[in-house]
């Protein structure tokens, strides 16, 4: 029996996260998720999937990130009416992440459009509405780690705590009848595993005996040292020391699902046990005020005293727009959190606006920055950047803390897959841009499986899998995107910095006449082309 499976996302980048796997008389989706990053790739959130929505007969969700389920009120909204597996906590946390990432589409194309009548453009439609994404609720079903569930006929699956989020999950899969008499064909999706000693998680688990894993690669290529809770909070201290020397605002771009909840819990405690000195906390996203009332709800889950420190008096959660404008009156150190966390969207570019060039600020990152995105470009080192339109110079300290991270590092990642083995076929890499990649090959085929069998798909990239080996098929004339358009930066950005090094330009001439030169060879080079 042939059973394919189709790269549709995270291939060659870390977003989109979507792999559909397809035998006689059944598809089912490994996650649903939004394109991130360069507009080149955003705009695949605008087009038709590559599959027929209602020819899906499941999903099967890791975990809430947007990136992987954020696009399934489209999937719902274009013909989808079978049913997405997911942990009840993942259930939990996707019951209003997906409608708040509908309104902020719907709010986005609404500004856009407003744009477009003044350029003569057409309006354009929001990828889905937050009507779209509360109608995808009722589709979900939740499951229970390390318990069997069938899904369809001669398919069951069974998800592993991953150790990356509150109810993500590794996802195991055996096929019944892939292998004509010789057993079931096991396959293992590992979703985004956690690492080591995890903040209000504990350590990823999984199954062993596999023919394949898909392995995510994001830190494939870093090696962290050790991290502690003693040692994580110790530099967050100091980052806050020297952040409150400096004078300014303290901003932290953070995802709005866990990776603000465990800032705040280690905030909240360095303030209240001294180790550093009380200022305001704001928590100025709406999206991270409602995660952390769902995280309050499971607290007895995730470690002592948590409840306690995300209900925390030193916390003001800024939900209204109101509320979060109330902010920009404060002058002295004051400490804002908020999303997004890769300062794409959200009320992160506005307080970048207002901070970003004051020498006095502080912006610490504390996540992936994936390519091509504002964040990327703060922590390259960008002299200045483009937000809303407007030209903001970079003069704020820039600084990055990864004790946070909630992605496993490159000896952590080949550790969990070696302790997958023995695997039989192969070992799919996705989720990772093309040097960690590179690395996390060399890590696994040094250690767990020879170096012929670990495969890095590109986008669109299927694979037959109930051959021997993995049969690539030729899927030239269906790709959507061509591979060096994913992992290239595009002309949006090329854009974007040709009129910041313009802008320079100008300012570094030293009067009008060199300025004129600079338009006139400008003139020029376009009359030229």
């Not at 809430?64 to 954020?70: K, L």
């Not at 995510?216 to 994580?232: F, L, M």
């Not at 506005?350 to 004051?358: D, E, M, N, V």
């Not at 030209?391 to 820039?398: F, G, M, P, Q, Y």
Request: hydrophobic share 40%.
């Amino acid at each position: 029996m042939s059973l394919t499976l189709r790269f549709c996302g995270a291939a060659r980048t870390v977003t989109g996260s979507c792999h559909l796997f397809e035998m006689p008389g059944a598809r089912v989706l490994v996650d649903c998720g939004l394109f991130q990053g360069p507009k080149t790739l955003k705009e695949l959130n605008y087009g038709a999937f590559p599959f027929r929505p209602a020819d899906i007969d499941a999903v099967l969700l890791t975990h809430a990130h947007i990136d992987h389920s954020g696009l399934l009120p489209k999937l719902v909204r274009d013909g989808f009416r079978g049913r997405i597996y997911a942990t009840q906590g993942t259930i939990d946390l996707c019951s209003f992440m997906l409608p708040d990432s509908g309104s902020i589409q719907e709010s986005e194309v609404a500004a856009l459009n407003r744009r477009n009548v003044h350029r003569g453009r057409a309006e354009v439609t929001p990828i889905y509405t937050q009507r779209d994404a509360i109608a995808t609720q009722e589709f979900f079903r939740p499951v229970v780690y390390e318990t069997w569930v069938e899904v369809l006929p001669g398919l069951r699956v069974r998800y592993w705590n991953a150790g990356h989020l509150l109810g993500s999950a590794s996802i195991e899969m055996e096929f019944a009848d892939a292998q004509a008499g010789n057993g079931p064909l096991r396959i293992l999706a590992s979703g985004d595993i956690g690492p080591d000693a995890k903040l209000l998680q504990s350590d990823p688990e999984g199954p062993t005996g596999l023919d394949y894993i898909l392995c995510e690669a994001t830190y494939g290529g870093t090696d962290r040292a050790p991290v502690t809770a003693e040692s994580r909070r110790s530099h967050l201290a100091a980052e806050i020391k020297a952040a409150q020397a400096a004078g300014g605002a303290l901003l932290i771009p953070a995802f709005a699902v866990e990776r603000t909840q465990e800032l705040i819990v280690d905030l909240v405690r360095l303030m209240t046990n001294g180790d550093v000195a009380a200022a305001p906390l704001f928590l100025d996203s709406p999206l991270a005020i409602r995660a952390t009332e769902v995280f309050r709800r499971y607290a007895s889950e995730l470690g002592p005293h948590v409840g306690n420190l995300l209900s925390s008096s030193l916390l003001h959660a800024t939900e209204s727009v109101e509320d979060s404008k109330s902010i920009a009156r404060f002058e002295g150190f004051h400490v804002i959190i908020a999303a997004s966390g890769m300062c794409d969207a959200g009320r992160i570019r506005h307080h970048l606006k207002q901070w970003l060039w004051r020498p006095n600020a502080t912006v610490l990152l504390t996540g992936f920055q994936a390519r091509g995105t504002l964040g990327r470009f703060i922590e390259e080192g960008a002299q200045s950047v483009r937000i809303q339109g407007e030209e903001i110079k970079v003069r704020a300290r820039i600084r990055r803390i990864d004790d946070y991270s909630g992605h496993a590092d490159g000896p952590e990642l080949a550790r969990w897959v070696a302790a997958r083995r023995p695997i039989r076929r192969g070992v799919f890499l996705v989720h990772g841009e093309e040097p960690a990649l590179r690395a996390m090959e060399e890590r696994i085929a040094e250690r767990t499986v020879p170096a012929a069998a670990v495969f890095t798909p590109l986008l669109d990239d299927v694979y037959e899998l109930a051959t021997r080996a993995p049969t690539p098929l030729d899927v030239t004339h269906r790709r959507r995107l061509a591979p060096e358009a994913v992992v290239n930066l595009d002309w949006h950005n090329d854009m974007s910095r040709l009129i910041l090094d313009i802008n320079d330009a100008m300012e570094a001439a030293a009067d009008d006449r060199a300025r004129g030169v600079v338009i006139r060879r400008l003139r020029r080079a376009l009359e030229a082309e």
